[in-house]
């Protein structure tokens, strides 16, 4: 029962941060992105606030053990934020989200580079695998840089996508080596107030003055967003990561709908098929990573796994 509510909680954040980008992306023509990281951040704080506060973890979600961790996972966040709604308004919503499957493909990678975990050889097919799948899905719009302007903006929009999935999968990194030190309502917090800090850098680079219409559009996202972290938080309290990890999945099919009936996109069959690459090879990893977890569980009890 207590792992049927934390896949509840898990599918709630999913379709909250997938609205919020459908929301970010209906106002991406007008307003920059930067500016559209600001809203997201600023107005999830009140939300992320009274959590804090009906949880009794006000005071621990203020206290701080590691400022340049905080500061460096807040960093790698909000460029992954900035760069993943810069790319909304230049691809279809499908295809967006899709890309950003790369991520935690990405987050085994580093792991492995900057945090000396071991990676054997099922982890790195899994992830060549989804790369492969990656790659299907760009490739489409990577053959197109000399073609016409509209073919270049998509293209760009591609990378762009990428990138924030990097970032993303650096973000995941720095946050592995904070989580054994500080709470999680700490790093919840300082990451909201380190991306609303870091967005105001960019308004010499062309903030708009929205109209209520889109200024309504932002401030439900900012809120979704910061409910969806919290939905997503408490989540990890009532079942294993590997139980809801393989729920983030469930954003395509929120990616799909809302793109074909809000934005009228239809996606391709080149980029479905590279989309069942990353999900099978994300799968792949989640349940490797739980047979990984149930060893060591094992080898910490003095039993063998099949013991």
Same mark, same amino acid.
């Given at each position: 029962m207590t792992s049927a509510r934390g896949i509840l909680y898990k599918l709630i954040s999913v379709a909250m941060f997938i609205?919020?980008?459908?929301?970010?992306?209906?106002?991406?023509?007008?307003?920059?992105?930067?500016?559209?990281?600001?809203?997201?951040?600023?107005?999830a704080l009140p939300v992320i606030f009274i959590w804090l506060l009906m949880r009794g973890n006000l005071r621990t979600g203020l206290r701080v053990i590691s400022p340049i961790g905080h500061?460096?996972?807040?960093?790698?966040?909000?460029?992954a934020m900035g760069l993943f709604f810069t790319g909304l308004g230049l691809l279809p919503l499908p295809e967006v989200t899709a890309?950003?499957?790369?991520?935690?493909?990405?987050t085994v990678v580093f792991a492995a580079m900057f945090l000396g975990e071991t990676v054997r050889v099922f982890r790195l097919t899994a992830v060549a695998l989804g790369l492969a799948g990656v790659m299907v899905i760009l490739s489409p719009r990577l053959t197109v840089l000399s073609g016409p302007e509209a073919e270049i903006a998509t293209a760009l929009g591609a990378v762009l996508v990428f990138t924030s999935a990097v970032f993303s999968a650096l973000a995941q990194v720095y946050l592995r080596k904070l989580a054994p030190v500080e709470e999680i309502s700490a790093i919840v917090f300082y990451f909201t107030i380190t991306s609303t800090s870091l967005s105001l850098l960019t308004i010499p680079f062309g903030w708009v003055l929205p109209s209520l219409q889109q200024s309504a559009l932002l401030i439900t996202a900012g809120l979704l967003g910061?409910?969806?972290?919290?939905? @997503?938080?408490?989540? +990890?309290?009532?079942?294993?990561?590997?139980?809801? $990890?393989?729920f983030d999945y469930a954003?395509? *099919?929120?990616? @799909?709908?809302?793109? +074909?009936?809000?934005?009228?996109?239809?996606?391709? $069959?080149?980029?479905?098929?590279?989309?069942? *690459?990353?999900?099978?090879?994300?799968?792949?990893?989640i349940w490797r990573e739980r047979q990984l977890g149930l060893q060591r569980g094992s080898a910490r009890r003095g039993m063998t796994p099949q013991g």
């Open positions: 609205i919020m980008s459908a929301l970010i992306k209906a106002t991406s023509a007008d307003i920059p992105p930067g500016e559209a990281v600001f809203f997201r951040s600023f107005f500061f460096w996972r807040g960093f790698a966040g909000t460029a890309i950003s499957y790369a991520a935690p493909l990405l910061g409910l969806g972290q919290i939905f @997503l938080t408490s989540s +990890y309290r009532f079942a294993e990561a590997s139980v809801v $990890a393989p954003s395509m *099919l929120g990616a @799909l709908i809302i793109g +074909y009936f809000i934005f009228d996109e239809t996606p391709g $069959a080149t980029m479905m098929f590279g989309v069942v *690459l990353v999900i099978c090879a994300g799968i792949l990893i």
